[in-house]
């Protein structure tokens, strides 16, 4: 029976790893050539050689460029690689590609995953697709740095030199999958002598998400950061609806008027137990129409407060947004904004720690190396969710080797062990089994 429902995993036809592989090869290809005559390698090979490093979540360039010699067939056959670059020479040919070269190819999963209406298991609001939004590091060093670089310093006069992105994910509060969208460097603007910041970066990002996807309803939810009256109107004229993490310390206008409100009983409430757990509720307050400041009367939000009370002990969140608060939505409402954590554990965490090396340096460059390696690790844990999110045969896999890490690792040991044609002749050994035989050792001719 057991061998039964390996046999039968399935994968999806535009949705599985060779295909999405094929998918991104195609877009690589259409990245204008940077260097003058002909060059020996291909940008796009330099491109998905870099895409196959982080695919197979190799540590370092260095730990690639052995691939090159004994595992040439496999890069050739599975990702499209016709001349493998070493590490220098990926380096100096991806250093001056201009990242946003690199949208088409991201663009182009995304297209996959709504052909194959994928996305319908990520909708939990009627309003949009809920898209939460936050700033982390990649890159910080004293030594180091580039034109692009921020630099901050120390009381002691230490300077450091970093880069930051703005990521951004669809999330479904019940689905561990995120779908990544494409990052947004945080870094130092051209013919500009002040630090980027995350607000900046979040108007560029939703500004390039509008160009791209005109019609798609997104829900954008962010930290304390976020609201004010500027950005508030910004996400209007988007045509985006929100969700924001909101501070009574920073808003003391707009929870003076919620108190009024509350006093006049013109406030929403509501109490939700919880069965299961004894002296366990959820309870709510809310109220509608209010100016989000002093200074921006004209910009009303609604106001959403809630405590998650557990016995003696009860957490308070507050949030702000433009979908109108009743009692029949405000638990969910409360479910979405919660959900804003799923970029960090769901999405960075899981690139820090389970695998992806997001904090390795794989390169600075002197122009856009290391905006260019985060966008490519980006896009492959891209199609690494839309794996786990549609195709049965890597679900399987997961389940049987229960970890990420652990999959990764068998991955790079038959990547390395086998001459293999597929992604999926690779899964389906690791799902099903395979004969293991004595090596045949080549002779040393030395």
Request: glycine share 4%.
């Amino acid at each position: 029976m057991e061998q039964d429902k390996q046999l039968s995993a399935t994968v999806r036809r535009h949705l599985n790893a060779d295909a999405l592989f094929k998918t991104v090869r195609s877009s690589f290809a259409q990245v204008a050539e940077t260097r003058a005559d002909n060059p020996q390698i291909a940008v796009a090979d330099a491109l998905m050689s870099a895409f196959a490093m982080f695919s197979l979540k190799d540590p370092s360039l260095l730990a690639f460029d052995h691939r090159r010699e004994n595992e040439s067939h496999n890069l050739r056959m599975i990702y499209g690689v016709k001349d493998i670059p070493c590490d220098t020479q990926m380096r100096t040919i991806i250093d001056p590609v201009p990242p946003d070269e690199l949208r088409p190819a991201h663009n182009a999963v995304y297209a996959a995953l709504q052909r194959g209406k994928a996305l319908e298991k990520m909708l939990y609001l009627e309003e949009g697709y809920l898209m939460p939004m936050d700033g982390t590091g990649y890159f910080s060093s004293d030594k180091l740095f580039s034109d692009a670089c921020m630099m901050k310093v120390s009381s002691t006069g230490k300077v450091t030199y970093y880069l930051q992105m703005l990521g951004a994910a669809i999330v479904h509060p019940e689905r561990r999958e995120v779908i990544p969208m494409i990052p947004e460097i945080i870094s130092r603007q051209d013919g500009t002598e002040k630090n980027d910041c995350e607000m900046n970066a979040s108007r560029r990002f939703i500004e390039r998400l509008r160009r791209e996807h005109p019609h798609l309803k997104i829900v954008v939810t962010q930290d304390a950061i976020s609201p004010n009256g500027p950005y508030i109107s910004f996400l209007r004229e988007m045509n985006c609806r929100f969700i924001l993490n909101v501070k009574e310390t920073d808003h003391v206008h707009l929870f003076s008027r919620f108190d009024e409100a509350i006093k006049k009983g013109e406030a929403g409430e509501l109490i939700v137990e919880e069965p299961e757990k004894e002296d366990s509720f959820h309870y709510f307050r809310w109220a509608n129409g209010l100016p989000i400041n002093a200074s921006h009367q004209d910009v009303l939000v609604n106001l959403l407060e809630y405590y998650e009370v557990n016995g003696n002990e009860a957490k308070r969140f507050c949030w702000v947004t433009d979908i109108p608060l009743q009692k029949e939505k405000v638990y969910q409402i409360m479910r979405a904004g919660r959900a804003r954590w799923k970029i960090e554990n769901e999405t960075f965490n899981t690139l820090k720690n389970q695998g992806y090396n997001f904090e390795h340096n794989y390169g600075l460059g002197k122009e856009y190396l290391s905006m260019n390696f985060v966008k490519i690790m980006m896009l492959a844990f891209l199609v690494d969710q839309a794996q786990q999110l549609c195709c049965t045969l890597f679900q399987s896999v997961l389940k049987k080797l229960r970890t990420k890490k652990l999959l990764w690792d068998r991955m790079r040991s038959l990547f390395c062990c086998f001459q293999l044609d597929s992604m999926e002749m690779l899964y389906r050994a690791l799902l099903c089994g395979f004969v293991k035989t004595e090596p045949i050792i080549i002779s040393d001719s030395s």
